[in-house]
Nanobody, 128 residues
Framework: QVQLAESGGGSVHTGGSLRLSCVVS????????MAWFRQAPGKERELVSS???????ILSDSVKGRFTMSRDKAKNTLYLQMNSLKPEDTATYFC??????????????????????WGQGTQVTVSS
C-alpha cells in the first residue's frame, strides 16, 4: 500500500507564501502520476496541479503564475510552492498518486477518480 504524508500547511495573510510537501512511501519516479488537489468548505475537491513521471506539469488556471509544483525523485517527495496567496486559496490540500497506465492517456490529464492513493490532507488558511 502506497502511503502519502503531506506537511507544510498553515495560516498566512494575503500575499504570503507556503510550501507544501508530500512524502511518498514508495519509489515513484518511473511509473507514477502525482497531483495536488484541494477542497474548500462546501465545495468539491478540485485539481490544483499534476505531474508526470517525466516531470510534465499542469496547473489550474486559478493558480497559474502563483503556484509551482515540483518533485525530488531521490527523496520521493512532491512539493507545491504557493506564492501570492489569496483568501480563495483557503482549503485542505491533498496529494495523490497512482501507478500510471498508458491506456489512460496523458498522465497530466487524468481525472480525479484515477488517483488510487491519497494523503490525509493539510490545511491552508489565507486571511485578508
Amino acid at each position: 500500500q502506497v502511503q502519502l504524508a503531506e506537511s507544510g500547511g498553515g495560516s498566512v495573510h494575503t500575499g504570503g507564501s507556503l510550501r507544501l510537501s508530500c512524502v511518498v512511501s514508495e519509489y515513484t519516479v518511473n511509473n507514477f502520476c502525482m497531483a495536488w488537489f484541494r477542497q474548500a468548505p462546501g465545495k468539491e475537491r478540485e485539481l490544483v496541479s499534476s505531474i508526470s513521471a517525466t516531470n510534465t506539469t499542469i496547473l489550474s488556471d486559478s493558480v497559474k503564475g502563483r503556484f509551482t509544483m515540483s518533485r525530488d525523485k531521490a527523496k520521493n517527495t512532491l512539493y507545491l510552492q504557493m506564492n501570492s496567496l489569496k483568501p480563495e486559496d483557503t482549503a485542505t490540500y491533498f496529494c495523490a498518486a497512482v501507478r500510471y497506465q498508458m491506456s489512460w492517456g496523458p498522465c497530466v490529464t487524468l481525472p480525479q477518480y484515477r488517483y488510487a492513493y491519497w494523503g490525509q490532507g493539510t490545511q491552508v488558511t489565507v486571511s485578508s
